[in-house]
């Protein structure tokens, strides 16, 4: 008899971890998602969800402990969504995430043994984020909550630290939210579009020390902010900047596209690949210094400029890749949609005296034909760093009508890696010589991984 349906305890063991972060198990030859369960952990669990070939399950007991299972080292760990791989060993986190990348490539590239290499692993799986961005709330009592949410909900988590953010961001965090409290600012009430803060920002140099600290506010006029920031300021020696980003708008969006500068100044300087970056408030910036480092020599390595080479940086953000690699080749162009992010590029690029390389602000999938009809010859390299959800389709098509010798693509997702690589082999003729993984995220299921083609 079936007994497949909703509501059913049924005892599992774990066999592997999903791109979700769930572990995965099997029962009567379906696949059960079940979440905060490690590979090896035998659990008695109950089907919340029983679809005709998968299911989903809550643990009710864990019979026996993977050896793979260690000690979360954040307190709320279980509660809170922000990394689901706490209580997960780092060399299981390791192995899932190169899974994730061979998987992606065999079963939506449709690649035949993919030459995969093996991942590089962060040396500080703990404190490496240098950035952190908190949505603000209120606890029943009225107090002031910065965290984030339980995974699938919006029910907000408290954090006073952070295991995974720089240990130098962690007095903010708790110390901030005692002020705001003490300054009767109002929070923002999502479900009735009411009040002013809705998230705190923090950022901080790993090379410098450099802070940042942003309020995300509904409206500007919070009183006696200015005191509050030189307030702030005057505690916190390495605090540069304090600024308020408007928000007023019903969206998931964190940022507005206003940032008031109330104390100081609106940016944090940092050092990466040895050169100085002036990196704001709502500036896109790897998360990871050190893994980011890590893989932008993989790519030098891989790519042996000689000096001659021209570049196309599309979703080049503020320069992260186009201003290292301009200094080796004998010209760099810059594509990236935000025209913020163009002119703090311009600026990094001034900042460093670069002068080979220039920046273009617009649709990078409208932009690239235009860009190589400026240039005197076919760009040598094209270099692809797109937001998750992989590249436009325009992009791609471009590409391969363009046909560029080469091109690097990097990107935090697999799937949409592994779709846009199908469509450059199979539609533009290009071959994958290789893939490197990279550990960006430790204790969650994400995973970075730079791939390269040749034409």
């Given amino acids: 008899m079936d007994q497949w349906q909703q509501g059913v305890t049924v005892d599992l063991e774990i066999t592997d971890l999903s791109s979700s972060g769930d572990g995965l198990g099997r029962w009567q030859e379906r696949v059960v998602f079940v979440p905060n369960t490690v590979p090896g952990d035998l659990v008695r669990a109950r089907l919340v969800q029983a679809k005709p070939t998968f299911g989903r399950a809550k643990v009710r007991q864990l019979l026996t402990a993977s050896p793979e299972r260690v000690r979360a080292a954040c307190i709320v760990a279980d509660k809170c969504g922000g990394c689901q791989w706490q209580s997960v060993g780092y060399s299981a986190q390791l192995g899932a995430k190169q899974q994730q990348v061979v998987d992606a490539f065999t079963r939506i590239g449709g690649f035949d043994r993919p030459n995969v290499l093996p991942i590089l692993a962060a040396d500080a799986p703990l404190g490496y984020r240098n950035k952190a961005t908190y949505p603000l709330g209120r606890s029943p009592e009225g107090q002031v909550k910065a965290g984030y949410f339980r995974q699938g909900s919006h029910k907000l988590v408290n954090l006073n630290q952070c295991p995974v953010q720089d240990e130098r961001l962690n007095p903010l965090l708790a110390e901030v939210k005692r002020d705001i409290q003490a300054r009767g600012w109002s929070i923002y009430n999502e479900s009735k579009h009411q009040g002013r803060l809705r998230h705190l920002a923090l950022r901080v140099g790993r090379r410098t020390g450099q802070q940042l600290l942003t309020l995300v506010s509904t409206a500007p006029n919070l009183k006696d902010i200015e005191l509050q920031a030189q307030e702030w300021r005057d505690r916190y020696p390495d605090l540069v900047g304090v600024c308020v980003n408007l928000n007023p708008d019903k969206t998931n969006a964190i940022f507005g596209s206003e940032t008031l500068v109330i104390d100081g100044v609106p940016y944090i300087e940092e050092i990466f690949a040895k050169?100085?970056?002036?990196?704001?408030?709502?500036?896109?910036?790897?998360?990871?210094?050190?893994?980011?480092?890590?893989?932008?020599?993989?790519?030098?390595?891989?790519?042996?400029?000689?000096?001659?080479?021209?570049?196309?940086?599309?979703?080049?953000?503020?320069?992260?890749?186009?201003?290292?690699?301009?200094?080796?080749?004998?010209?760099?162009?810059?594509?990236?949609?935000?025209?913020?992010?163009?002119?703090?590029?311009?600026?990094?690029?001034?900042?460093?005296?670069?002068?080979?390389?220039?920046?273009?602000?617009?649709?990078?999938?409208?932009?690239?034909?235009?860009?190589?009809?400026?240039?005197?010859?076919?760009?040598?390299?094209?270099?692809?760093?797109?937001?998750?959800?992989?590249?436009?389709?325009?992009?791609?098509?471009?590409?391969?009508?363009?046909?560029?010798?080469?091109?690097?693509?990097?990107?935090?997702?697999?799937?949409?890696?592994?779709?846009?690589?199908?469509?450059?082999?199979?539609?533009?003729?290009?071959?994958?010589?290789?893939?490197?993984?990279?550990?960006?995220?430790?204790?969650?299921?994400?995973?970075?991984?730079?791939?390269?083609?040749?034409?």
Avoid: W
Wanted: charged content about 20%; aromatic content about 6%; hydrophobic content about 45%.
């Fill in 275 to 455: 050169l100085r970056f002036s990196i704001h408030a709502t500036t896109f910036f790897q998360v990871n210094t050190e893994q980011a480092e890590r893989v932008l020599q993989v790519i030098l390595d891989e790519l042996q400029l000689t000096g001659s080479e021209t570049i196309v940086d599309a979703y080049c953000g503020v320069g992260t890749l186009t201003l290292p690699l301009a200094q080796r080749a004998k010209r760099c162009m810059g594509l990236e949609v935000q025209p913020e992010a163009v002119a703090q590029g311009l600026a990094n690029a001034g900042l460093n005296g670069i002068d080979n390389v220039e920046f273009r602000a617009g649709d990078v999938g409208a932009l690239l034909p235009v860009a190589v009809e400026s240039l005197t010859d076919t760009p040598d390299i094209v270099i692809l760093d797109p937001p998750r959800k992989g590249c436009d389709r325009t992009v791609l098509d471009a590409l391969i009508e363009i046909r560029p010798p080469r091109i690097v693509y990097m990107s935090c997702d697999p799937a949409t890696l592994a779709r846009d690589l199908k469509i450059l082999r199979d539609q533009g003729g290009y071959a994958l010589t290789k893939a490197q993984p990279a550990d960006f995220f430790p204790q969650t299921p994400h995973v970075e991984c730079v791939a390269f083609l040749v034409a």
